[in-house]
């Protein structure tokens, strides 16, 4: 390990923060996906003397709502759609030409392993 130059130590570190900076831009990209934003506690500094807790850093689970949150209407999307699924199958008819039953079949290969 002595005979390691100093060029070789740099080119390493340099490797080493663009990898990191590489795993937190994909962290970023995956919050994104799963919450519908970012919730970028990379980029904050830490607030010292304050109660540790996930209020404000995940969108308000300490009771406040988060600022760009989207559950909620995730949520209600996914209601109306089942009840239009729901009004589909009830009346035989077909929804973008396909019944109920094959809808669910989509489902239900796309959602079991």
């Known amino acids: 390990m002595g005979d390691i130059s100093t060029q ?45 807790g996930y209020g404000g850093q995940y969108g308000g689970m300490d009771g406040a709502p988060g600022k760009n949150g989207t559950l909620g ?13 729901a009004l589909v199958d009830r009346r035989g008819d077909t929804l973008f030409g396909l019944t109920s039953g094959q809808i669910l079949d989509y489902i239900s290969w796309d959602c079991t392993p």
């Open 8 to 52: 070789q130590k740099l080119q390493l570190a340099r490797q080493v923060r663009e990898r990191y900076q590489q795993d937190r831009q994909d962290l970023g990209q995956r919050e994104q996906l799963l919450y519908g934003r970012t919730l970028s506690y990379f980029e904050e500094e830490p607030v010292y003397g304050e109660r540790p």
């Open 73 to 85: 209407l995730r949520i209600l999307l996914a209601a109306i759609l089942v009840c239009l699924l």
